[in-house]
Each structure stands twice: as structure tokens, then as C-alpha cells.
């Protein structure tokens, strides 16, 4: 067999990266910095920070999509209209992004460098003892091969990188993070926080601790970073870097090091495993633009395409050793599909302070943590929820329903109208085998890659927790004054959240789990996966913060065992 040496060694790195979102990133920046050389791939587009954001400066009426919304929402069907309405191209279109549901499911998927650091909703919050606890106490799929104190060096590490805002609550249920000066709350939710803390003992209502900087660091200046302008365009891409994503945060320290290459329009399509070794060697793409299969190597990989595509790419990972996917000893792989369901709670209206307003787009809510089944509050299911949202003054809309005209209209729709407030519930979803992705081999995508299919719903547990999502935000927005307070429930599917967790969980046995404490595939020491695929169960909370410190563990973790030759 003739080997090209040059071809290979120009295709060898010391570590491979899939996927430059919010995991990714973090790999890409901690492996370099540690002195690797990394290649990052990623089946998107380039997008390049300030002049990429085409849209960020643009008045809504110079959006080009607002006139094509029927073309729009077919063309683009797996998307939120409202970010496909913003900034379309960011992501893939409905026929590229195509998949099976047995069951209601939403995938959302973008086509950008950065991923969806790009477009994400920013609210960081860290896991607590109580959620890594929580299946070993309640008998739950499997425990958490970790605790909070093995993480919460790494929650600090990267948010004072990322920047998080937030105020101090001390909350056993909701640690505290190294906080950035919090955003202030508009009049109506500072009313409301009051009267709920006074008739609810327990709840407390707080600014959303969110990854926008109210005060700009040196390490973010640094960076390029300044703070936040509060536009509240954020999904369009901030050319200030006033929040967290991939291009603002953390490629340009990958970039300054020098040994970090990026490669878009890569569609990664297997890990290839060497047998001999036991051990990934590397990795087969196909060029999205030229349709060319080309292969890489190296040392160590770290998965971060995100849950549903991380654990699609291992199960597609087939060998002698791995007929049903790399590292599925356990059978597990794409099993516990796990989402956050939410879509429900309160609406209500405030007649005071009509002599006041506010200023400025806070791209920022509120916070109501999680306090049932805390303490001696117990229900009759299991975990909990926490609520966001916010308040304001309604605009010029409040007066479309009516029936005046001329002057006299033209002089209302000058006037604000009353304060409203309201409560969305984020409920947390059990670990169940029965939930789970798999791959429909009778049906190729675009590169020949088996289509995916999900089977996985919300249980019984999540429909008794939302009767108290719905009925506990009536109530709480009654009891702080509100008028015109209307409950609703929308209705939850899963991967509407955006918060699609586990398939490729953490675990303490092999038998039982994909993932060591480590991140590591048990039976493929030089594979990670530090994405939502990893996560165990999904407590209430917004997990990105999470994925952020497990994937700068992970790579510090890998480079200590590359080092002493383990991997």
C-alpha cells in the first residue's frame, strides 16, 4: 500500500474540533492556548464577526424578507419565523435540514460559523448540587458522574471570560456566578417582584442573569468586546461583541495563538477508528461545496455539533468493534432525548405608573428560580421549574383594534398604554430511554448520510408539573395587583425549547452510559463530547452556561492526558 506521507501529514493535527458553536468554541480556544494545533470544522458557512452581521444596523422596514413571508416561513420550515425573519441565512433551509418525527419534534438548525452562539438567548445559569443529586436520590436513568464542586471552578472560569450579569441571591437551587453589574428592572417588575416575595415566601423574582456585558472587562476589551448597547438585536449578530458568542469570544484568542484553522462547508460524516490502537485516528468529511470526501487525523477529537447532530455522527461512526454506533456498548446512544418544555404561564395588565417609563431595548428579562420540590415543598412530580420573562409598557399596538381615526387617533397612538407583565414557565424534562433519536437508514440526506427520526414526547410527569406552571403564574401576577390576568398553555414540543439535551449521556458505568465524568467515550478515550449530548438530566435551567464549562474541563482534562501519553 502506497502512502502519500506529505498528504497525510498535511491533513494531521494534535486535535480535531466538530462544530464551532458554543462547545466548540470553548474547545477550540482552550486546546490552542494550551499549545495544540486545532482544526476546526464546521458544515456551515463563514461568518465573519461585525462585517458578517449584514443585518445588525438594519430599521425593520429595511429587512428584505418582510415582504416574502409565505416564501419565507415554506423555505425555511424548521425555523422560528422570527429569526428566519431576521436573519435568514443563518440558517438551513427546510429541505436541507429535513428529518422524521413518530412524534412532534422540532430541530433547529443553523448554517453558520459560530452556530448558534450566534442567535442564542444568552440567559446563563449554573447547575446546582440539587440537579446533579437528583437522579441518584430519586432513582432517575442513571447519576451524574460529577457534583457541582467538580464543575464550579469552570463555571467561574468561563464567565468571566463569556461575562455574565446578574445579581447575588445565595440560593442553594441556583448558585451564584462571578457576576458583571446586574440590569436594572423596569418599574412594573420591580412592582411585581415586591408583592410576590411579600404574598409568596420563598420566591424570589431577579434580574435574568444573562451573557451581555453591562460593564465591559479588560479581558473583554481585549478581545475586541465592548458593552452591551442595548438594541436588543442580538439575534442579528453584534458587531460590538456585547454578548457571548463563538466569533465575539472565543475565536479570536483561538486565532491570535496561531494554531488554529478553520475549516467551513465541512460535513463531517464519520469518526474513523483504529482498531489496533483503540483509538479514533480521525475523521471523514465531504466538502459542502465541492461534494469532495477528504480525510483528517489527530490525536484527540472533541464532538461539539450539537446533541442531535453530535450523537447522529456516532451512531453514522460504524466499525467491527462499533457495529452500532462508537461508544454504544451501553445501547444508550440516542437514547434520553431530553428538552425543556415551556410555552406556558400569565399574562396581566398594571394600572399604576402611568406618569413613568423606561429607556433603551433591554435585551435582557426577568427570573423567577425554581422553589417546588425544594426543601419541605414536595409535589406530586418530580424536579421543578423556574419562570422568565418580563414587563413594559405597550406601544402604538395597543390601539389597532380601534375604531378612531385622523387626528384623534394620530394623538393616541402617541400615548403609551398601561404596564403588562408576564410569566413564562421553563419546566424540566426526566431522562426516559423511550425518548430518543435514531437513524432512518432507507432515507439519505444530501450527502448520503442516513436521515434522522425522533420518538420522544413530554411524560406524565411534565403534564402534572404544568398544571403548576400555569396555575402558580396566574396566581402570582393576581396577587401582585395585576388586572386582565389570563392564563395560557400553548402547548410544548420537544426541541422548541432549543434546549435538546442528552442521547450521548455522562455516567458512572459503562454499561449504562456513553460518556465518563470526563467527557471521554468509555471505550475511546481520545473522543469527547462536551456538547448538550453529554448532559444527564436537564434540570430547569438554560444549559449553555454548562456546555461552556465542560468543554473548557473537557480540553484542560485532554491536554493533561495527552501530555503524559494516556490518550
Not at 513 to 525: D, F
Request: hydrophobic content about 35%; proline content about 5%; overall charge positive.
Amino acid at each position: 500500500m502506497n502512502l502519500n506521507i506529505d498528504a497525510v501529514k498535511d491533513m494531521t493535527y494534535d486535535a480535531i474540533v466538530i462544530g464551532s458553536g458554543v462547545s466548540g468554541g470553548w474547545a477550540a480556544k482552550e486546546l490552542t492556548e494550551k499549545g495544540l494545533r486545532v482544526l476546526m470544522l464546521e458544515r456551515g458557512r463563514p461568518l465573519e464577526h461585525v462585517t458578517g452581521y449584514t443585518e445588525a444596523m438594519k430599521a425593520p422596514w429595511e429587512m428584505p424578507e418582510n415582504v416574502r413571508l409565505g416564501d419565507l416561513a415554506a423555505k425555511y420550515s424548521q425555523t422560528p419565523l422570527g429569526s428566519a425573519l431576521t436573519v435568514p441565512t443563518y440558517w438551513m433551509p427546510g429541505q436541507e435540514t429535513s428529518y422524521r418525527q413518530d412524534k412532534p419534534f422540532r430541530w433547529l438548525r443553523p448554517s453558520i460559523v459560530g452556530g448558534k452562539s450566534i442567535m442564542w438567548g444568552r440567559q446563563s445559569y449554573r447547575f446546582s448540587d440539587i440537579d446533579f443529586e437528583a437522579n441518584a436520590k430519586e432513582g432517575i436513568g442513571v447519576d451524574w458522574p460529577i457534583r457541582y464542586k467538580d464543575i464550579a471552578p469552570w463555571y467561574s472560569y468561563v464567565e468571566k471570560i463569556a461575562g455574565v450579569s446578574g445579581e447575588k441571591l445565595g440560593l442553594p437551587q441556583l448558585p451564584d456566578s462571578e457576576f458583571l453589574p446586574p440590569m436594572d428592572m423596569y418599574l412594573v417588575e420591580k412592582e411585581v417582584r415586591k408583592r410576590i416575595e411579600k404574598n409568596f415566601p420563598g420566591r424570589i423574582m431577579t434580574i435574568g442573569r444573562t451573557a451581555n456585558l453591562s460593564v465591559a472587562q479588560k479581558v473583554h476589551v481585549e478581545s475586541g468586546r465592548t458593552a452591551c448597547q442595548y438594541r436588543n438585536q442580538c439575534i442579528r449578530g453584534c458587531p460590538y461583541g456585547g454578548y457571548f458568542s463563538t466569533q465575539s469570544c472565543t475565536l479570536p484568542p483561538a486565532v491570535k495563538t496561531g494554531r488554529l484553522t478553520l475549516r467551513p462547508h465541512s460535513v463531517v460524516t464519520e469518526i474513523i477508528y483504529d482498531a489496533q490502537k483503540q483509538r479514533a485516528s480521525g475523521v471523514r468529511i465531504i466538502d459542502a461545496e465541492t461534494l469532495e470526501n477528504r480525510e483528517y487525523f489527530a490525536k484527540i477529537v472533541f464532538v461539539c455539533a450539537s446533541a442531535m447532530a453530535s450523537t447522529a455522527l456516532l451512531m453514522n461512526s460504524v466499525s467491527d468493534r462499533f457495529p452500532n454506533g462508537m461508544g454504544n456498548d451501553s445501547g444508550q446512544l440516542g437514547h434520553n432525548l431530553m428538552d425543556h418544555h415551556f410555552r406556558i404561564g400569565a399574562t396581566g395588565q398594571w394600572e399604576g405608573g402611568q406618569d413613568r417609563y423606561y429607556y433603551g431595548r433591554r435585551a435582557n428579562g426577568i427570573y423567577i428560580p425554581r422553589y417546588r420540590n425544594i426543601g419541605v415543598d414536595k409535589r406530586e412530580y418530580l424536579r421543578g421549574f423556574g419562570y422568565q420573562g418580563g414587563g413594559g409598557r405597550q406601544g402604538w399596538q395597543h390601539q389597532v383594534a380601534e375604531l378612531s381615526f385622523g387626528p384623534s387617533l394620530k394623538e393616541e397612538l402617541t400615548k403609551p398604554g398601561l404596564w403588562h407583565m408576564g410569566l413564562t414557565g421553563f419546566g424540566e424534562q426526566l431522562p426516559e430511554f423511550k425518548n430518543r433519536m435514531y437513524l432512518d437508514k432507507s432515507k439519505p440526506d444530501k450527502w448520503g448520510m442516513p436521515m434522522l427520526a425522533f420518538d420522544a414526547e413530554i411524560g406524565e410527569n411534565e403534564k402534572k408539573m404544568r398544571v403548576d406552571m400555569m396555575n402558580d403564574a396566574q396566581e402570582m401576577l393576581e396577587k401582585a395587583g395585576l388586572i386582565n390576568v389570563k392564563p395560557y398553555d400553548q402547548g410544548s414540543v420537544l426541541g422548541q425549547a432549543v434546549h435538546e439535551m442528552g442521547t450521548a449521556r455522562m455516567g458512572r458505568d459503562p454499561k449504562t452510559s456513553v460518556l465518563n465524568g470526563n467527557n471521554q467515550i468509555h471505550a475511546v478515550k481520545n473522543v469527547f463530547v462536551t456538547d448538550g449530548a453529554c448532559m444527564t438530566s436537564s434540570a430547569c435551567v438554560n444549559p449553555s452556561l454548562t456546555y461552556m464549562a465542560l468543554s473548557a474541563r473537557a480540553a484542560d482534562f485532554a491536554v493533561r492526558e495527552l501530555k503524559a501519553r494516556r490518550v
